[in-house]
C-alpha cells in the first residue's frame, strides 16, 4: 500500500502578524449556542499570532462599564468551552451605549488597553451598534483628546478602529448568510421535542387523533420533521386557509395517520395581519373536528443545551477568518461580516448585509411577503418551495400524468437521512405526475425483483428515522446487468434515483458502461451521495455525515466530562470512515482534539513522540485531560492499540491513558435536523433533474438517454449544487483507497491544530475575501446551482 502525498498547507501568512496588536471579543444580544465556540477560536488564533486578546464580559455594557469587565485572555482561560451553551462572557443590554456619551466612555475603556480590533458576535442590532461605533471613532478621540482623558500618543496609536461582526442568532434571520450560529443547535431541540412528541403518538392508540401545535423560531424545522402544516410570518395563509387545513387533517385520518404536526412561528400572521397562535389553532381543531389537541409551547428550550457539531465546526471557522480579517484590515476597510454560503467562509460589508436585513422588516411590516421572502435569499426560496412541494398533496385527479416510472433505491451502508430522501424523491416524483417504484435491498433487491410502487401516505413519518426503511446492501450491480436490464423492462422504469455511497457510485459508473450492451440502461440515472465516511467525489458533504459527527462529538462529551476532577488522563478515540480522515478531522474539531490521525496526511514515529511531548507539557498546565482521535485505517502499523500502549509508556508519571472504538453508533441513531434537511433538498432537486431530462430524452415513445451527461451525480461543490456526470468524476477518486484525490476538509487541518495549539502554517489562500452583496447574490442567484 503506497502512502498519500502529503497535502500542500505551507503557504503562511508571514504577513499577517498579530503583535503588537489587541484584539477584543464581546458576544451581545439574546445568547446562542456556539458562541463560546467562536470567543474560544478568536482568542487562540488571535494569540497565535502574537496578538494581545481581552474578553469584553457582558457585552456593550461590559465595554461601557470597563474595569474588570475587560480582561486580557489566555489559552488556557477558553479550555472547556467549546461544548458548553450560553455564552460563558456573558452577554447583556445596554441604553448606555446608545447615547453618544456611552460610546464615548466605552472608546477611553478600549485605548487605555489599546485596543483597536473588536470581534462583535451578535445580530444585526448588535453589529449596527459597532458599526457606528467605528464610524465615530475619529471625532470620539478627539474629544477624549480635548478633554485631557487621552495623550496625543494614544489618539495617535489608536487612531482606526477595525470591526468583524459574527452573527450568533437562533432565528437565522441575518440577510448574507446560509446559517447563523446557534441555528442549527435550535433545530435540535426542536426535533428531539417534536420526536419525543411523535414516538409517543406512534405507541398510543389514545392519541390516534392529536394535533398538536408548537410554536418555534426556525420553520426549517418544518422540514426536518416533516410536518403537516407550518405558519411562519413571510407566508401569510391566505382566506380560507382554516378549512383547507381541517380538510387536511381529516384527509390524513382517514388514511390512519396517528399524529399531526402543526408548527407555528413566533410572529405568525394571515393574509390581514392578524396573529396566529397555537391556542387559536387547538380552539379550532377541536371545534371543527373534535380531535384531542395538544399544544406545546418550545420558548427558550431551543437556546439551551450544547451546541451541536455543525455550531462549533461554524463558529470555529468563522472565528479564525474573524481573526484573520482583523489583521488585514487597513483603516480604510470598511466593516465587515463573517458569513457561511454554501460550504464556504465568505466575508461580506457589516452594513449591506444589516441594510438588506432591515429591508425585509419593512417588506413584512408593508405586507410585501414575496418581496420578503426573495429578500431573504436563494437558499430561503429554496426550503419554501421545497417544502410546498412535500406538504401540499393534491388530489390524484388534481395531478399531472407523466406517464414515467421512476425507481428509488439505496445503496451501500446505511447513513441518516437516507429515509428522508427517499420520502422526498417519493412525493416530489407524484406531484411531478410519476408513478413512483421502491426497489428494496438495493442493486441485490432490483436483479431479484424486489421492487413495488410505493405512494404518498407510504412514506409517512420517514424524515425522521434512521437506518435505511428500503433496505440497503453493498451488493454492485456488475454481475447482475442483465437481470437487472430485464426488471426494467418488466417494470418500464424510465429513470433511476440511486441514494448511497461509494457502491453507489460504482454502481451507477457500471450501469453506464452497460449502455451499449443493454438499451433498457439508457435513461437519465442520478446519484444522491449518503454515507458517514462522507468520501464521495464530486461532492463536498454527504447525508449522514452529519449525524455522525454529532455521535462522534457527544461521545467524545461524555468522555472528556467524565475525566473532570480525576487525575490527568489522555483518551484515544476511534473514528469510522474507511481510509477517508473527514470524521476524524472534523470531528476532531468539533470535540477539541488535541490530535488527529488519518490516513490522508501520512505519520511516523517521530510524530508521534511529538505529539506526546505536546501532551506532556499541556499536562502541565491548568488542563487535566487530553483528546486524540484515529480514523480506522490511518496507518496499518500504528494501529489504536499500538499508539494507546505507546501514549501509555511514554506518558507514564504523568497521565494515564484510556481507549474506545466508536464502531457502528457513529451510523445510528435518528438523523440531525442537517441530515433531514439536507437529504430532503438534494432529493427534489434530483427528482426534479430527472424530469426535466426525461422529457428532453423522450423520443418515439420513449425514454431514451445515452450520454455522458445523463448518468450525473448530484453533489455540493463550494458554494453550489451541481449535477457532474459520473463518467468525468473518474478522473477524480482514488478507487484503491475509495477517496477523492482532492478533499477541501484537509483545509481545516491546520486550523485544528492551531486550536490545539500546534505550531503549523495556516493555507489562507480560500480564506474570505472581502466581497459586496450585489455582486454575490449575483454568483448565488443562478436557480440551477442554488439549493
Given at each position: 500500500?503506497?502512502?498519500?502525498?502529503?497535502?500542500?498547507?505551507?503557504?503562511?501568512?508571514?504577513?499577517?502578524?498579530?503583535h503588537?496588536?489587541?484584539?477584543?471579543?464581546?458576544?451581545?444580544?439574546?445568547?446562542?449556542?456556539?458562541?463560546?465556540?467562536?470567543?474560544?477560536?478568536?482568542?487562540?488564533?488571535?494569540?497565535?499570532?502574537?496578538?494581545?486578546?481581552?474578553?469584553?464580559?457582558?457585552?456593550?455594557?461590559?465595554?461601557?462599564?470597563?474595569?474588570?469587565?475587560?480582561?486580557?485572555?489566555?489559552?488556557?482561560?477558553?479550555?472547556?468551552?467549546?461544548?458548553?451553551?450560553?455564552?460563558?462572557?456573558?452577554?447583556?443590554?445596554?441604553?448606555?451605549?446608545?447615547?453618544?456619551?456611552?460610546?464615548?466612555?466605552?472608546?477611553?475603556?478600549?485605548?487605555?488597553?489599546s485596543?483597536?480590533?473588536?470581534?462583535?458576535?451578535?445580530?444585526?442590532?448588535?453589529?449596527?451598534?459597532?458599526?457606528?461605533?467605528?464610524?465615530?471613532?475619529?471625532?470620539?478621540?478627539?474629544?477624549?483628546?480635548?478633554?485631557?482623558a487621552?495623550?496625543?500618543?494614544?489618539?495617535?496609536?489608536?487612531?482606526?478602529?477595525?470591526?468583524?461582526?459574527?452573527?450568533?442568532?437562533?432565528?437565522?434571520?441575518?440577510?448574507?448568510?446560509?446559517?447563523?450560529?446557534?441555528?442549527?443547535?435550535?433545530?435540535?431541540?426542536?426535533?428531539?421535542?417534536?420526536?419525543?412528541?411523535?414516538?409517543?403518538?406512534?405507541?398510543?392508540?389514545?392519541?390516534?387523533?392529536?394535533?398538536?401545535?408548537?410554536?418555534?423560531?426556525?420553520?426549517?424545522?418544518?422540514?426536518?420533521?416533516?410536518?403537516?402544516?407550518?405558519?411562519?410570518?413571510?407566508?401569510?395563509?391566505?382566506?380560507?386557509?382554516?378549512?383547507?387545513?381541517?380538510?387536511?387533517?381529516?384527509?390524513?385520518?382517514?388514511?390512519?395517520?396517528?399524529?399531526?404536526?402543526?408548527?407555528?412561528a413566533?410572529?405568525a400572521?394571515?393574509?390581514?395581519?392578524?396573529?396566529?397562535?397555537?391556542?387559536?389553532?387547538?380552539?379550532?381543531?377541536?371545534?371543527?373536528?373534535?380531535?384531542?389537541?395538544?399544544?406545546?409551547?418550545?420558548?427558550?428550550?431551543?437556546?439551551?443545551?450544547?451546541?451541536?457539531?455543525?455550531?462549533?465546526?461554524?463558529?470555529?471557522?468563522?472565528?479564525?477568518?474573524?481573526?484573520?480579517?482583523?489583521l488585514?484590515?487597513?483603516?480604510?476597510?470598511?466593516a465587515?461580516?463573517?458569513?457561511?454560503?454554501?460550504n464556504?467562509?465568505?466575508?461580506?460589508?457589516?452594513?449591506?448585509?444589516?441594510?438588506?436585513?432591515?429591508?425585509?422588516?419593512?417588506?413584512?411590516?408593508?405586507?410585501?411577503?414575496?418581496?420578503?421572502?426573495?429578500?431573504?435569499?436563494?437558499?430561503?426560496?429554496?426550503?419554501?418551495?421545497?417544502?410546498?412541494?412535500?406538504?401540499?398533496?393534491?388530489?390524484?385527479?388534481?395531478?399531472?400524468?407523466?406517464?414515467?416510472?421512476?425507481?428509488?433505491?439505496?445503496?451501500?451502508?446505511?447513513?441518516?437521512?437516507?429515509?428522508?430522501?427517499?420520502?422526498?424523491?417519493?412525493?416530489?416524483?407524484?406531484?411531478?405526475?410519476?408513478?413512483?417504484?421502491?426497489?428494496?435491498?438495493?442493486?441485490?433487491?432490483?436483479?431479484?425483483?424486489?421492487?413495488?410502487?410505493?405512494?404518498?401516505?407510504?412514506?409517512?413519518?420517514?424524515?425522521?428515522?434512521g437506518?435505511?426503511?428500503?433496505g440497503?446492501?453493498?451488493?454492485?450491480?456488475?454481475?447482475?446487468?442483465?437481470?437487472?436490464?430485464?426488471?426494467?423492462?418488466?417494470?418500464?422504469?424510465?429513470?433511476?434515483?440511486?441514494?448511497?455511497?461509494?457502491?453507489?457510485?460504482?454502481?451507477?459508473?457500471?450501469?453506464?458502461?452497460?449502455?451499449?450492451?443493454y438499451?433498457?440502461?439508457?435513461?437519465?440515472?442520478?446519484?444522491?451521495?449518503?454515507?458517514?465516511?462522507?468520501?464521495?467525489?464530486?461532492?463536498?458533504?454527504?447525508?449522514?455525515?452529519?449525524?455522525?459527527?454529532?455521535?462522534?462529538?457527544?461521545?467524545?462529551?461524555?468522555?472528556?466530562?467524565?475525566?473532570?476532577?480525576?487525575?490527568?488522563?489522555?483518551?484515544?478515540?476511534?473514528?469510522?470512515?474507511?481510509?477517508?480522515?473527514?470524521?476524524?478531522?472534523?470531528?476532531?474539531?468539533?470535540?477539541?482534539?488535541?490530535?488527529v490521525?488519518?490516513?490522508?496526511e501520512?505519520?511516523?514515529?517521530?510524530?508521534?513522540?511529538?505529539?506526546?511531548?505536546?501532551?506532556?507539557?499541556?499536562?502541565?498546565?491548568?488542563?487535566?485531560?487530553?483528546?486524540?482521535?484515529?480514523?480506522?485505517?490511518?496507518?496499518?502499523?500504528?494501529?489504536?492499540?499500538?499508539?494507546?500502549?505507546?501514549?501509555?509508556?511514554?506518558?507514564?508519571?504523568?497521565?494515564?491513558?484510556?481507549?474506545?472504538?466508536?464502531?457502528?453508533?457513529?451510523?445510528?441513531?435518528?438523523?440531525?435536523?442537517?441530515?433531514?434537511?439536507?437529504?430532503?433538498?438534494?432529493?427534489?432537486?434530483?427528482?426534479?433533474?430527472?424530469?426535466?431530462?426525461m422529457?428532453?430524452?423522450?423520443?418515439?415513445?420513449?425514454?431514451?438517454?445515452?450520454?455522458?451527461?445523463?448518468?450525473?451525480?448530484?453533489?455540493?461543490?463550494?458554494?453550489a449544487?451541481?449535477?457532474?456526470?459520473?463518467?468525468?468524476?473518474?478522473?477524480?477518486?482514488?478507487?484503491?483507497?475509495?477517496?477523492?484525490?482532492?478533499?477541501w476538509?484537509?483545509?481545516?487541518?491546520?486550523?485544528?491544530?492551531?486550536?490545539?495549539?500546534?505550531?503549523?502554517?495556516?493555507?489562507?489562500?480560500?480564506?474570505?475575501?472581502?466581497?459586496?452583496?450585489?455582486?454575490?447574490?449575483?454568483?448565488?442567484?443562478?436557480?440551477?446551482?442554488?439549493?
Amino acid at each position: 500500500m503506497s502512502a498519500p502525498k502529503r497535502q500542500d498547507t505551507r503557504k503562511l501568512f508571514e504577513n499577517l502578524s498579530g503583535h503588537g496588536k489587541s484584539i477584543a471579543v464581546l458576544t451581545s444580544g439574546g445568547d446562542a449556542q456556539g458562541m463560546n465556540a467562536a470567543v474560544r477560536a478568536v482568542v487562540r488564533m488571535g494569540i497565535y499570532v502574537g496578538a494581545k486578546v481581552y474578553f469584553i464580559h457582558e457585552g456593550y455594557q461590559g465595554m461601557v462599564d470597563g474595569g474588570d469587565n475587560i480582561k486580557e485572555a489566555s489559552w488556557e482561560s477558553v479550555s472547556s468551552m467549546l461544548q458548553v451553551g450560553g455564552t460563558v462572557i456573558g452577554s447583556a443590554r445596554c441604553k448606555a451605549f446608545r447615547t453618544r456619551e456611552g460610546r464615548l466612555q466605552a472608546a477611553l475603556n478600549l485605548v487605555q488597553k489599546s485596543i483597536t480590533n473588536l470581534c462583535v458576535i451578535g445580530g444585526d442590532g448588535s453589529l449596527t451598534g459597532a458599526n457606528l461605533f467605528r464610524e465615530e471613532w475619529s471625532g470620539l478621540l478627539d474629544e477624549l483628546l480635548q478633554k485631557g482623558a487621552i495623550s496625543e500618543e494614544a489618539a495617535r496609536s489608536n487612531s482606526a478602529l477595525h470591526i468583524v461582526g459574527m452573527v450568533g442568532s437562533i432565528d437565522n434571520d441575518f440577510c448574507g448568510t446560509d446559517m447563523t450560529i446557534g441555528t442549527d443547535s435550535a433545530l435540535h431541540r426542536i426535533i428531539e421535542v417534536v420526536d419525543a412528541i411523535m414516538t409517543t403518538a406512534q405507541r398510543s392508540a389514545a392519541n390516534a387523533r392529536d394535533g398538536s401545535p408548537l410554536r418555534v423560531r426556525a420553520y426549517t424545522g418544518a422540514l426536518a420533521c416533516g410536518a403537516d402544516w407550518v405558519f411562519f410570518p413571510e407566508m401569510p395563509p391566505e382566506d380560507g386557509w382554516e378549512e383547507n387545513m381541517c380538510q387536511k387533517l381529516s384527509e390524513n385520518r382517514a388514511d390512519k395517520k396517528r399524529l399531526n404536526i402543526i408548527i407555528v412561528a413566533e410572529g405568525a400572521i394571515d393574509c390581514h395581519n392578524k396573529p396566529i397562535t397555537p391556542d387559536y389553532i387547538k380552539d379550532l381543531v377541536v371545534r371543527n373536528l373534535g380531535f384531542d389537541t395538544r399544544v406545546t409551547i418550545l420558548g427558550h428550550v431551543q437556546r439551551g443545551g450544547t451546541p451541536s457539531a455543525f455550531d462549533r465546526i461554524l463558529a470555529s471557522r468563522m472565528g479564525v477568518e474573524a481573526v484573520l480579517a482583523l489583521l488585514e484590515a487597513s483603516p480604510g476597510t470598511p466593516a465587515c461580516v463573517v458569513s457561511l454560503v454554501g460550504n464556504q467562509a465568505v466575508r461580506l460589508p457589516l452594513m449591506e448585509c444589516v441594510q438588506m436585513t432591515q429591508e425585509v422588516h419593512k417588506a413584512m411590516d408593508e405586507k410585501k411577503f414575496e418581496d420578503a421572502v426573495r429578500l431573504r435569499g436563494r437558499s430561503f426560496e429554496n426550503n419554501l418551495s421545497t417544502y410546498r412541494l412535500l406538504c401540499n398533496r393534491k388530489a390524484d385527479s388534481e395531478l399531472p400524468h407523466s406517464s414515467f416510472n421512476v425507481a428509488v433505491l439505496n445503496v451501500g451502508a446505511p447513513a441518516a437521512g437516507m429515509n428522508a430522501a427517499v420520502r422526498s424523491a417519493v412525493r416530489v416524483g407524484i406531484t411531478e405526475g410519476h408513478k413512483m417504484f421502491a426497489v428494496s435491498d438495493g442493486f441485490e433487491g432490483f436483479y431479484k425483483g424486489q421492487i413495488k410502487e410505493i405512494k404518498w401516505g407510504d412514506v409517512g413519518g420517514w424524515t425522521g428515522q434512521g437506518g435505511s426503511l428500503l433496505g440497503t446492501k453493498r451488493t454492485l450491480p456488475g454481475k447482475h446487468l442483465e437481470q437487472i436490464a430485464q426488471q426494467m423492462a418488466l417494470h418500464n422504469i424510465n429513470a433511476l434515483l440511486v441514494i448511497g455511497g461509494f457502491e453507489a457510485y460504482m454502481g451507477l459508473l457500471e450501469l453506464s458502461a452497460a449502455r451499449d450492451k443493454y438499451g433498457e440502461l439508457c435513461v437519465p440515472m442520478v446519484m444522491v451521495p449518503a454515507t458517514v465516511s462522507n468520501n464521495i467525489p464530486g461532492s463536498d458533504l454527504s447525508i449522514g455525515s452529519d449525524t455522525a459527527l454529532n455521535a462522534i462529538t457527544d461521545t467524545c462529551d461524555r468522555i472528556k466530562q467524565s475525566a473532570s476532577g480525576t487525575k490527568r488522563r489522555v483518551f484515544i478515540i476511534e473514528t469510522m470512515g474507511g481510509y477517508c480522515g473527514y470524521l476524524a478531522t472534523v470531528g476532531g474539531l468539533a470535540a477539541g482534539a488535541d490530535t488527529v490521525y488519518i490516513y490522508e496526511e501520512p505519520i511516523d514515529i517521530r510524530d508521534l513522540q511529538g505529539n506526546v511531548e505536546h501532551l506532556t507539557e499541556k499536562m502541565k498546565t491548568t488542563i487535566q485531560r487530553g483528546l486524540v482521535l484515529r480514523n480506522e485505517n490511518c496507518n496499518e502499523n500504528f494501529t489504536t492499540d499500538f499508539i494507546y500502549q505507546l501514549y501509555s509508556e511514554e506518558g507514564r508519571g504523568v497521565f494515564d491513558c484510556r481507549k474506545n472504538i466508536l464502531g457502528h453508533m457513529q451510523q445510528g441513531g435518528a438523523p440531525s435536523p442537517f441530515d433531514r434537511n439536507f437529504g430532503t433538498k438534494v432529493a427534489a432537486k434530483a427528482v426534479q433533474w430527472l424530469t426535466k431530462t426525461m422529457k428532453e430524452s423522450y423520443k418515439g415513445g420513449r425514454v431514451f438517454a445515452n450520454s455522458e451527461d445523463s448518468a450525473c451525480l448530484l453533489g455540493m461543490r463550494r458554494r453550489a449544487m451541481v449535477f457532474q456526470p459520473v463518467a468525468q468524476l473518474k478522473q477524480e477518486t482514488d478507487f484503491e483507497h475509495r477517496i477523492p484525490k482532492e478533499q477541501w476538509w484537509l483545509k481545516l487541518r491546520p486550523l485544528m491544530k492551531i486550536l490545539a495549539k500546534y505550531k503549523t502554517s495556516y493555507d489562507v489562500s480560500d480564506s474570505g475575501q472581502l466581497e459586496h452583496v450585489g455582486r454575490f447574490r449575483a454568483k448565488e442567484g443562478d436557480p440551477s446551482t442554488a439549493i
